[in-house]
């Protein structure tokens, strides 16, 4: 154990007692969930199921969304496996109950004090462990590692930034990455930035490339494609404070609907106000005349997609948090648009570019003018969803390369007695 790492456990160790404390301000404050902040501190919130079991987890809405396709994925080739996903945030709970397979278990992730670490790992005892991007919780890592967990690191994801702040305790990063069986980087800028903290790096694997189209109801999407009374549609998806109204403004006066779906819906609220529109959280809904209208609720990305004519993808402005996954509306052939902030999905969004079944607008009157393009030419809007249906076909291979790689560190099958 290096010595940062050594200071790390004995912080977190004497900070402990304060936990359930802290999280109960978090609580309040509605950024944990209060009936369930008992698996916050490792207490389990369901059984654990008998056999081997495969815990994969992602911090976030981002993160877990890209391991549902290896969930169904695991679930098809090995049955027998018990699996369970854990997340951190309350809008990816309540996405994931909406989403993951029967019998497929949901838990918050431990904060990652020794007590709680020790709690989980004592009740659910998984014998594989996949993170998805960049959650590197050392406690976490560490004890199931000596638990013998065997871990991986799939689509992995590290920022400059980041890299940066290892590289001042390298043999802290090198012991952290070395507790890995795998590690999948995204990108080679990833892999470099891995390597170069000494990790040992599989292919290159983005699950974010992985997964099925969005599930969706026909009777409700033809429902509110009468309610756009014959307007296109213009989707604001997964925005972020101050996005709303630069998509807002960029399409106001051209004759479209603009559908804001914010990325944390607990925005709905704030967003209306702002834009003095209506919510469908509270059953409000669009008149024929209303040129915005808020969808702040969860699990129905999949209609809101197949509704709109032109997609704006948020996180991607100035002041952005570096652009979200557009493979998601591209599986459904919807034209993107997104700002000039695209550093989570670089490599994907230049490929989409090189296609063009996506574009890029750098501020609110370049979307402006490309919006009024593609809203003025269905024959370019039809090219474009042809182009973003092929690009994302021709994906369907990640979710092949990501099982190929986890079958050697599966637990063996239980024979039959």
Known sequence: MTLPLALYGLATGLAEPLAPLILKRRAKAGREDPLRLGERLGRAGAPRPPGPLVWLHGVSVGETVSLLALVEGLRARRPDLGLLVTSGTRTSAELLARRLPAGVRHQYVPVDTPGAVRRFLDHWRPDLGVFAESELWPNLILTARRRGTRLVLASARITEGTARTWRRAPASARRLLSAFDLILPQDRATADRLRGLGADCGRELNLKRAGAPLIFDPAELARLQGLAAGRPVVLAASTHPDEDALIAEAAEGLGALVVIAPRHPERGAEIAAALKAPRRALGEEPGPETPVWIADTLGEMGLFFRLADVVVMGGSFPGGIGGHNPLEPARLGAPVITGPDIANAADVYGEMFDEVCALMARDGPD?????????????????????????????????????????????????SK
Do not use: C, N, W
């Open 367 to 415: 979307l402006r003018r490309k919006l009024a393009g593609l809203l003025a030419d269905p024959v370019l809007r039809r090219r474009m969803r042809e182009a973003a249906l092929a690009y994302a076909a021709r994906q369907e291979q990640t979710l092949a390369d990501a099982l190929e790689d986890l079958a050697p560190l599966l637990p063996a099958r239980e024979v």
